[in-house]
C-alpha cells in the first residue's frame, strides 16, 4: 500500500499550472535600483517555486478522500485483479491533483471609487440609492459594469463591496451567502481554531470572498498565525492550503517551528526543499551566501541554517540529533 | 427510572375544577418559577440534576406519544402550550424547564443532530412538538454561523478568472472634462446656451402676433446666481 501514501509527486502536468498567474513583472527589472542585482524577487507563481511547494504539501490519499457526513447509503464494493487496482490508483492520484491546486496569494485589490457623472438636476428627487446591474450572461464578473445612483445626483461605480452583494444576489454561487458569517470576525474565529478546524475556515473563506478582497487576507493571515503559534502544522499537510502557508511564514522569515516539525516527523526532503525555498525568497541572507558558495545538500544545508538564520537554534539541533540517532539505529538493526 | 420531581411538577400540580355560580375567584395555578439557568443554559447540561435524570442518553430517549392502535401519529405535535394550557404528555424539550434552546448550548443541539449523516432529526423520531422544532433548527443554524458547532464545508474548486483588475468596470477611470474644472457645468445645457439667430427669427415670425415688442433675445440672468 505504498501507492496510496505516496509522497511528493512528479512534475506538475501543464494542465494543473496556475491558470490565474499574473503577467510577469517586467517593469521590475527595469526598475530595481542600480546597485542591485538583476534578479527580481521570487513570486508564488513561479515553476520552481510551485514545484517546491507542491513537493512539501505531499499527497496523503487517505486524507483528501476522507470520507464526508452525507446522507448513509449501502456501502458499495468492487471486486478489482491487481492491474485494474493500480490504474484505480493513478486515477484517484491525477483527482487528488486537481483537489490540491492552490489558491491564489494576492495583493489587496485597491478600493474603486470613480465618479462617473453628477447630475445636481436630480437632487432631492429620491431618497434611496438606486444600484444599477449589468446582467449580460455571458460576461465575466470582474468586467460587470455595476453603478450606483445616489441621491444627492452622483453616479459612482459600485465599491468592491456592494460588486460581490450584487453579483451573489443575481448569479448564486454554492457555498457563498450575500451577508458573509459570523465566524469570519475576529472575536469568533478563536472558537473555530480552538475545535481544530482550519483547514474548514479557509474553505468556506475560498468559498465565501475574492482572493484579492482583504477579508480573505485577513482570515488567511489568521489562520496561519494561530497555526503557527501552536505548532498545528500537520493539519494542512495534503491539501491545497499549505503552499500559501509556507509562503507567509517564509515571507516573514518564520521557518523554524516549520522546520522542527518536519523534522520531528522524519522529512527531511521537505525541511531541504523547505531551506531552498527560504534561499529563493531571501537570496542576501548570510546562510544562503554560504550554501551558494559551497554547494550545500541535505542535511548540511539545514545545519548552517540553523546557525546562522534560525531563533530557536537548540531546538532544532535537539530535532537533528534525535533523527540522527533514530538513523543510526535503524540501518544499524 | 430516577425522574426528579421538577420534570413532573408541571402535570401533577391539582388542577381546581371551575366553579360557575360561585361569587369568589377560582384559584388559579401558580405561574411556573423561571429557570435558574435562563442565562447560563449550558451549565444545566454539566449539572447533576441533568446526570441524574437522562445519564448519558439524549434527552428525547425514551420518549413516546400517547395514542390509539399500534401506528403512532405520523405527523409531530404543533405546539405543548396551546393559550396557556399544557398538553398532557409534552415533548421532551418543553416538559423540562431547564432545557432552553440556545445557539450556545452545543451539547443540548448536538443531541438533535445525526452523527453520521449530519442531517437534523425529523421530529416524529425524537418525539419534540413542532414550534420546539422549528427554534431548534434556527438555533443550530445560528450556531453554525457562529462557528460553535461543525458544519460540512463544501468543496469549491479555485477561481480561474483574470485578478489584474484592468477593465474599465473595476479600474481607474479619468475623470470626465466637466469634473476637472469645479467651475464648469457638468453638462453644457445647464447654463444659458444662445440659439442661432436664424432660430430667434423663425420664432419670432410665427408667434409674430403675441410676442411682446421690446421682448429680449437672451432671458434676464436670475438674480443672485
Not at chain 1, 15 to 23: E, H, N, Q, S
Not at chain 1, 294 to 315: M, W
Not at chain 2, 43 to 60: F, H, I, K, M, N
Not at chain 2, 215 to 223: G, M
Request: hydrophobic share 35%; charged share 25%.
Amino acid at each position: 500500500m505504498a501507492a496510496l501514501a505516496a509522497r511528493g509527486t512528479a512534475a506538475l502536468p501543464a494542465r494543473l499550472r496556475p491558470l490565474w498567474a499574473l503577467p510577469a513583472r517586467r517593469a521590475l527589472a527595469a526598475a530595481a535600483g542600480e546597485g542591485k542585482a538583476a534578479q527580481p524577487k521570487p513570486a508564488f507563481t513561479d515553476e520552481a517555486v510551485q514545484t517546491l511547494l507542491y513537493k512539501m504539501t505531499g499527497l496523503d490519499l487517505h486524507k483528501v478522500f476522507r470520507p464526508e457526513k452525507k446522507g448513509l447509503k449501502p456501502p458499495h464494493y468492487k471486486l478489482m485483479t491487481e492491474a485494474q487496482l493500480e490504474e484505480a490508483t493513478r486515477k484517484a492520484i491525477e483527482e487528488a491533483k486537481t483537489k490540491l491546486i492552490m489558491p491564489p496569494v494576492l495583493n489587496e485589490r485597491e478600493p474603486i471609487d470613480d465618479v462617473l457623472a453628477e447630475d445636481k438636476i436630480l437632487e432631492g428627487t429620491e431618497t434611496a440609492k438606486y444600484v444599477f446591474t449589468d446582467l449580460s450572461y455571458s460576461i465575466p464578473h470582474r468586467e460587470r459594469f455595476i453603478v450606483v445612483r445616489e441621491p444627492n445626483g452622483v453616479l459612482r461605480k459600485a465599491t468592491w463591496e456592494e460588486r460581490d452583494r450584487m453579483i451573489q444576489i443575481f448569479f448564486p454561487k454554492e457555498g457563498r451567502r450575500v451577508i458573509p458569517p459570523t465566524l469570519f470576525k475576529d472575536e469568533k474565529l478563536g472558537t473555530v481554531f480552538q475545535q481544530d478546524r482550519h483547514e474548514d475556515v479557509l474553505n468556506m473563506c475560498i468559498a465565501q470572498f475574492e482572493p484579492d478582497s482583504p477579508d480573505y487576507i485577513r482570515v488567511h493571515h489568521r489562520t496561519y498565525e494561530d497555526i503557527e503559534k501552536h505548532g498545528k502544522y500537520d493539519l494542512l499537510r495534503s491539501t491545497r492550503h499549505f503552499g500559501g502557508m509556507v509562503w507567509y511564514l517564509l515571507s516573514r522569515k518564520k521557518a523554524d517551528g516549520l522546520l522542527i516539525d518536519m523534522i520531528n516527523r522524519d522529512l527531511l526532503d521537505d525541511a531541504t526543499s523547505l531551506i531552498t525555498l527560504y534561499h529563493m525568497l531571501h537570496p542576501e541572507c548570510q546562510s544562503a551566501k554560504e550554501a551558494k558558495e559551497q554547494k550545500l545538500e541535505g542535511v548540511d544545508l539545514i545545519k548552517v541554517f540553523v546557525k546562522t538564520e534560525s531563533q530557536r537554534e537548540g531546538y532544532i539541533q535537539l530535532a537533528l540529533q534525535a533523527y540522527e540517532e533514530a538513523m543510526a539505529t535503524s540501518s544499524a538493526s | 427510572c430516577h425522574c426528579s420531581d421538577h420534570i413532573f411538577d408541571v402535570i401533577t400540580s391539582p388542577q381546581v375544577l371551575p366553579r360557575f355560580c360561585s361569587t369568589q375567584e377560582t384559584p388559579k395555578d401558580p405561574p411556573a418559577a423561571p429557570s435558574p439557568y435562563q442565562e447560563r443554559p449550558w451549565e444545566y447540561l454539566e449539572s447533576e440534576e441533568y446526570r441524574a435524570t437522562y445519564g448519558d442518553r439524549p434527552v428525547w430517549h425514551g420518549y413516546r406519544r400517547n395514542h390509539k392502535g399500534s401506528v403512532p401519529p405520523q405527523s409531530p405535535r404543533k405546539a405543548c402550550l396551546r393559550r396557556g394550557r399544557r398538553v398532557g404528555n409534552p415533548c421532551p424539550i418543553c416538559r423540562d424547564r431547564n432545557l432552553l434552546v440556545d445557539f450556545r448550548n452545543v451539547k443540548l443541539l448536538d443531541q438533535f443532530i445525526c452523527p453520521h449523516s449530519g442531517v437534523i432529526f425529523h421530529p416524529i423520531h425524537t418525539g419534540i412538538c413542532m414550534k420546539q422544532h422549528k427554534r431548534l433548527s434556527q438555533a443550530i443554524a445560528q450556531a453554525q454561523d457562529h462557528g460553535l458547532l461543525w458544519l460540512q464545508v463544501p468543496f469549491v474548486p479555485v477561481p480561474e478568472e483574470d485578478f489584474s483588475n484592468q477593465h474599465a468596470a473595476v479600474g481607474k477611470t479619468p475623470p470626465a472634462p466637466a469634473l476637472r474644472e469645479p467651475g464648469q457645468a457638468w453638462y453644457p445645457w445647464y447654463e444659458w446656451q444662445q440659439p442661432p439667430a436664424a432660430e430667434v427669427a423663425r420664432m419670432r415670425r410665427l408667434y409674430r402676433g403675441f410676442l411682446k415688442e421690446d421682448y429680449p433675445d437672451t432671458p434676464p440672468s436670475p438674480s443672485g446666481k
